[in-house]
Structure formats: C-alpha cells, structure tokens
C-alpha cells in the first residue's frame, strides 16, 4: 500500500494487519537471510536485508538465546512493536548497520559466507550484478559484471564457485577472484532462470 506507507497482512487465523512501514526502513525489503552458527548456537546471529534502493542492512542479533529484543514489561503484553529509530534502546541485545547503494537496482538476493565474514548480493544491474564484500568494509568489494545483471547466483565455498543466472538466459560459473570473465557460460535455457 505504497501511497499510504502502509503493509496489509492476512493471516490463516482469520486476522488482517496494517503495519505502518513508514517509520521503519526507507526501503522495501526485497531478500531476506537469517544465519546463525549451527554448532554454537549461543553466538550472535545475523539477519540481512537486501533493499529496492540497493542497500543491505545487517542486524546482528548479540545473545539470540536470550532473546532478539529487550523483553517487555508485565504491563506490556501482547504484540511487540520495535521501530528503527528506537533499536538504540535495544543495544545490549541488536546491533544495526545500514551499507546504502550497493547496486543500482534492487538486491534480489543476499547471503552471508561466515568463513570469509562476506556479504553476497545480487541484482539485476549491468555494472553490480553479483557484490562480495567484507562485513568490515576493509576490503575492496569483488564486483561481477553480466549482461541484464543476476536474476539469481548462489556460491559454493569450498570450491570457491558462483554460478549466475540472468535474463539473457545464461548459466555462467565463475571463480572467486576473477571478476572479468565467466570460466564456462552455459547456453540452452528457453526461459529465465529464477531463484
């Protein structure tokens, strides 16, 4: 309901919501991933949000197991409501970063390689279709390039391996480090690749 800044949720509980977006992000939320370490499950946890402007926010959840937000006080029950402007309050158990224009158009998807501390997004840009890039901002950014942009990518750590998928309906796999060229494009899709 983007005239209104608004979002309308139906439930199979025979419940709708109005949830008021405009004091949230600046954004739509476009791609979602959630992860967290599966052997040590007390460790903070990460959820990324890839945005319609090209921008990913992280939210690194500090002690998950105790919760994702401060706890409500007895007077307060019911549906907890946290606004970005107020995640401040929450700091001993949220962290919140905004990384802004990373691609041109909106992130399609994202993920995150815990053993490199990289972010991997996509979009349908020409010249920002797959982005890595350290959660630190350390390093320079390793930036694929497709015709169309990505429509989808996914990425295999051990073989260090990204494979695209794009509008022009081509497979192309791709090392890690070398950004200018695809190691093998596939050929023969009748229609687009999705994710």
């Given amino acids: 309901m983007g005239n209104v800044h608004k979002v309308a949720i139906?439930?199979?509980c025979r419940d709708l919501h109005f949830v008021?977006?405009?004091t949230g992000f600046h954004s739509v939320p476009t791609a979602?991933?959630?992860w967290h370490d599966v052997q040590?499950?007390?460790r903070a946890?990460?959820?990324?949000l890839g945005d319609e402007k090209g921008g990913v926010h992280l939210m690194w959840f500090l002690n998950p197991?105790?919760?994702l937000f401060k706890n409500l006080s007895n007077k307060e029950k019911g549906l907890q409501r946290i606004f970005f402007p107020d995640l401040g309050?929450?700091?001993?158990?949220?962290s919140y970063r905004h990384m802004p224009n990373i691609h041109q158009e909106p992130i399609n998807r994202v993920m995150f390689e815990p053993s490199a501390n990289v972010i991997m997004t996509s979009s349908e840009s020409n010249t920002t279709s797959v982005v890595f890039m350290s959660v630190t901002l350390k390093q320079e950014p390793y930036i694929w390039k497709c015709?169309?942009?990505a429509k989808c990518f996914d990425y295999n750590a051990s073989l260090q391996l990204l494979v695209t998928g794009g509008c022009d309906r081509a497979v192309r796999l791709w090392t890690r480090f070398v950004t200018t060229r695809p190691v093998a494009t596939l050929l023969g899709h009748r229609t687009n690749c999705v994710g």
């Fill in 45 to 48: 946890s990460l959820l990324l």
């Fill in 20 to 22: 008021n977006v405009s």
């Fill in 32 to 34: 979602l991933c959630y």
């Fill in 89 to 94: 309050e929450h700091s001993n158990m949220v």
């Fill in 40 to 42: 040590c499950p007390e």
């Fill in 65 to 67: 197991l105790k919760g």
């Fill in 147 to 149: 015709k169309q942009g």
């Fill in 10 to 12: 139906a439930t199979d």
